[in-house]
């Protein structure tokens, strides 16, 4: 196929057709000789005590290998790791198998290892524990108050930190009778991740050896593998971790689990191969959720829509132990509170706070969808009052087009347009037609809602001065001899499409054929370094690392074939296989120059043999992609049900390298941001008790819930990276929820309706419809 | 207990225990991993295969109700080469991402236009209430079946 100009085309995906066929390798679909397979007894209280764990008729039980509980962990397996820090942050101790206590429905009390899992599953319910029930604590109001039950003696009180972050002057803003002020709680409720592939460990220790390989349905491979390592205590270089096909992962993979460590004590211990996989329920209680926060805003605004200051205190659910980065998602909430506007004054106060549920973490947006909720609902809220168009709104709260700006939060954007983006979404959903039908349906009773959005959002991470665990992404180009390429990156995919991009990437900037080049990630023994996949940064850092190491092969190569064709190398062009003279006349193919790198009988004199680089980007900042959507929600009287009618989206992430993978993550990101707008939401009873525990109670959107999404860009190329490429994993959701719950409350704003609470399930409009909005003119 | 299944056009003997799911055996058994386990509640789909010609949740299924049937998964439906269209229609509009759903979309699909073989996209979304997924938004999954009615091959 032609090479030239491989970036910006709708290429097919290389990893496609063993998927197609059934034939990917996902963690589940490993098999090892003399695999064992394990299964957990879990906490059924949210809040106990411990008396006794009687593991003999596990033990006893047929098939069954070894039974673990916490105790058999003690100097043999480390806790489970939190990277996250802050000044004054309470860190709970995090055994990988309860301690004394439970603390959360799910959390992890033994272990059994059997020949199959259904002997395993077998054994696992005849682990017999003596629980004594302890009061539980799962709203945030409640944990704050004294005399609640403490989820961790110890720290005295249910706070994990209290952040504040200040920018300007909100008391005198607050104190000027001229300004005008909404004081609302918002609530971002719990929301569970819920890949489609359930988390999954195959954990293979070789005994003669002391090494350690474990296949892991992961992003992260490196960095699993290192604290791996730690826990087990088995030296780094002897540890390998590998992702595998991953199915899905939305952050909630982004992870270092108990269970992980317990698989790779348990083969330790057996010296055999352990296999561990995720039921749905399992997953619904044991594996991170998103969001939980409880933000009550404060917005001030002139009378003409000039939002000059906002105050917001953010309750963030932590749930009841950390993992890897659970108190640093909501400091994301703090930094990008302002979202699109120039707003003076600001003051966020952060409380993190411990509950009985599981911890809360990563989750696609992890803190920034959070901000772009509360600062999108105030803008609405603020045009609402005012009775002013919330496009209106939005014009008069940015800020002049083109120009780097610094925001009271301390955040800088860099050159931003989002009148343009605006102008776009406006133009795409021929906004002011709608606004009419708007009008003609509701004289006949009918409550069609129409929602905007304009978000701004933080992503590429990142620095690594500002990261827990360094932000950098390496990438390897090797020429083989045959003249193929092999390209090793650090980010670790699962469902992105790298194989794919970054592949075009290298065969474009070496001007090969795009089926020379093989892509490979997720072994930590291949790949020689790297951070992962997650905050929309594979294809910003880990593409722009590929990128530049490709530029640096290519220069090698040049030099190579200058020196056998007697030309410098600046007059050389690759040319569709060929490296040459610009007029052709002097040429030696790729191939060749390959060949000649590892025969090393005619390089120039001084160079080392060998076609490899590795070039590790350190990102120099983060980047800020933008956006506009507007959703068209239509309401039935009868039931309340919230149809999403329409959905336009135009997103700016900079330069887009493969148009077809970023519809597609944009269309995946705006349907699990209406998800959360419309029908999901996990609950906890007072006692702790997960209702949501299966998919019967958690609703996960359906294909003929969404309409047709329509989606444009702008591309407006980010100067942090080599590539111009700002991320798009997280953009659909970050401005899909607030559009949707903007136009739900539009529909409704006749009634005198000023917010509903998420998600927007059709027995509370139709309450709302049936009985009227609350004074103050907001339901939850 | 003993069972014969015709699976994916081979007939196979094999000896399981009466409560092995019909899935597991799938994968374990017969060692075809393509079918995948999403949930534990006949929800999301991922196990869909083809039972006697229908798409049947196999995770709902103990390997033994399938004795004497013939079972279709995503292993039978093509291969290399010999892609069936809405395997190549998958490919050509990226109707997948990680792809833990898609042989269990697929086989719904195959479903879907055996019975309507000129589907609107209102009945292919409805077709896909039994499969859930989490990356793509449906979107392109459409735009995948439409493809396989545009092209319907050989």
């Known amino acids: 196929m032609a090479t030239t100009k491989l970036l910006g085309k709708r290429i097919k995906r290389k990893e496609d057709p063993r998927l197609i066929q059934g034939r990917g390798h996902f963690v589940d679909d490993i098999k090892l000789d003399g695999m064992l397979h394990m299964a957990f007894a879990r906490s059924p209280y949210g809040h106990a005590r411990i008396i006794s764990i009687q593991t003999e008729a596990a033990r006893n039980a047929h098939g069954v290998l070894s039974v673990l509980t916490g105790d058999d962990l003690k100097g043999k397996l480390g806790p489970v790791p939190c990277a996250a820090g802050m000044e004054g942050l309470k860190v709970p101790a995090h055994p990988c198998l309860a301690g004394e206590r439970v603390r959360y429905v799910g959390e992890p009390v033994a272990a059994v290892v059997a020949t199959n899992r259904y002997l395993a599953a077998d054994a696992a319910a005849q682990v017999v524990v003596e629980y004594d029930m302890l009061p539980a604590v799962t709203g945030m109001d409640k944990a704050l108050e004294s005399g609640s039950p403490r989820v961790h003696e110890s720290f005295g009180d249910n706070v994990a930190f209290v952040a504040r972050l200040e920018g300007g002057d909100w008391k005198t803003v607050a104190a000027d009778p001229a300004i005008k002020v909404i004081k609302q709680r918002l609530i971002n409720q719990r929301v569970g991740p819920m890949a489609m592939e359930t988390r999954g460990v195959v954990a293979s220790y070789s005994p003669g050896e002391d090494t350690l390989t474990v296949w892991s349905s992961t992003q992260i491979p490196h960095l699993l593998k290192t604290q791996l390592s730690l826990m087990t205590q088995i030296d780094e270089p002897r540890c390998r971790v590998i992702a595998p096909e991953v199915g899905g992962a939305f952050g909630s993979k982004l992870n270092v689990y108990g269970e992980e460590g317990v698989a790779c004590l348990a083969s330790k211990l057996l010296g055999r191969p352990v296999k561990w996989i995720e039921g749905r329920r399992e997953n619904l209680a044991g594996t991170i959720h998103g969001r939980d926060q409880i933000d009550d805003v404060e917005v001030y605004f002139q009378p003409d829509g000039k939002v000059v200051g906002l105050k917001c205190r953010v309750l963030a659910d932590m749930g009841a132990y950390f993992q890897l980065l659970t108190p640093a998602i909501p400091t994301s909430t703090a930094l990008m509170i302002l979202g699109c506007y120039d707003i003076k004054n600001v003051s966020v106060e952060t409380i993190g706070v411990f509950t009985n549920k599981i911890a809360t973490d990563a989750y696609r947006g992890a803190g920034r969808p959070e901000a772009t909720y509360i600062i999108e609902r105030a803008m609405n809220m603020v045009a609402q009052e005012l009775n002013l168009d919330p496009v209106d709104v939005r014009l008069k709260n940015f800020p002049a087009p083109g120009k780097d700006i610094t925001l009271a939060t301390g955040v800088s954007y860099d050159t931003a347009n989002y009148q343009k983006t605006l102008k776009k979404v406006l133009k795409l959903s021929g906004y002011s037609k709608l606004r009419k039908e708007q009008q003609r349906l509701r004289k006949k009773g009918r409550l069609l809602g129409i929602g905007l959005s304009t978000y701004v959002e933080i992503c590429a991470m990142g620095p690594s001065s500002r990261m827990p665990a360094g932000g950098w992404e390496s990438g390897t180009v090797r020429v083989e001899v045959t003249g193929k390429v092999t390209v090793l990156t650090g980010v670790s995919p699962h469902g992105q499409g790298e194989q794919t991009s970054f592949a075009q990437i290298v065969a474009q900037e070496l001007d090969i054929p795009f089926d020379d080049v093989t892509v490979f990630h997720g072994d930590t023994a291949q790949v020689p370094m790297g951070i992962g996949t997650f905050g929309s940064r594979a294809t910003a850092v880990g593409g722009s690392a590929v990128y530049v190491a490709a530029q640096r092969v290519k220069k090698k190569m040049a030099r190579i074939a200058a020196h056998k064709l007697g030309v410098k190398p600046g007059e050389l062009v690759f040319e569709e296989g060929n490296i040459q003279t610009k007029d052709g006349s002097k040429s030696v193919t790729f191939k060749k120059v390959a060949e000649e790198a590892y025969m090393a009988r005619e390089l120039p004199p001084g160079m080392e043999p060998g076609l490899s680089e590795l070039y590790v980007f350190e990102p120099p900042n983060f980047t800020y992609p933008f956006g506009a959507h507007v959703a068209v929600t239509e309401i039935d009287p009868k039931t309340g049900e919230v149809r999403l009618r329409n959905y336009f989206a135009v997103d700016d992430c900079g330069r887009i390298l493969n148009p077809m993978l970023v519809d597609g993550q944009v269309h995946g990101g705006i349907a699990q941001g209406a998800g959360q707008a419309l029908v999901e939401e996990i609950i906890y009873d007072e006692n702790g008790q997960l209702i949501t525990g299966t998919l019967m109670d958690y609703a996960v959107p359906k294909a003929h819930q969404f309409p047709w999404f329509e989606t444009a860009h702008t591309e407006t190329r980010t100067p942090v990276n080599p590539l111009g490429v700002k991320g798009v994993g997280e953009a659909g959701t970050i401005g899909s929820t607030p559009a949707i719950v903007n136009a739900v409350v539009d529909a409704l704003g006749p009634l005198g309706v000023r917010h509903i609470d998420m998600p927007l399930k059709p027995e509370k409009i139709w309450d709302l419809i049936k009985h009227g909005a609350a004074p103050g003119g907001h339901a939850s | ?154």
């Open chain 2, 1 to 154: 207990m003993k069972i014969r299944i015709n699976l994916n056009g081979n007939w196979r003997e094999d000896e399981v225990e009466p409560r092995m799911l019909l899935v597991h055996y799938l994968r374990e058994v017969a060692g075809l991993t393509g079918t995948h386990i999403g949930c534990e509640t006949s929800l999301c789909g991922a196990c869909t295969v083809l039972l006697n010609g229908e798409a049947a949740k196999s995770c709902t299924l103990f390997a033994v109700q399938a004795d004497g049937a013939e079972v279709t998964t995503i292993e039978g439906l093509g291969s290399d080469g010999n892609l069936h269209p809405l395997q190549q229609g998958f490919w050509e509009e990226h109707g997948l991402q990680c792809g833990f759903c898609t042989p269990g979309m697929v086989l719904a699909s195959h479903q879907l236009l055996g019975r309507n073989p000129h589907p609107t996209r209102e009945e292919i979304r409805h077709a896909l209430e039994g499969n859930l997924c989490r990356c793509t938004g449906y979107q392109h999954i459409v735009k995948a079946i439409e493809w396989a009615v545009e092209h319907p091959g050989k």
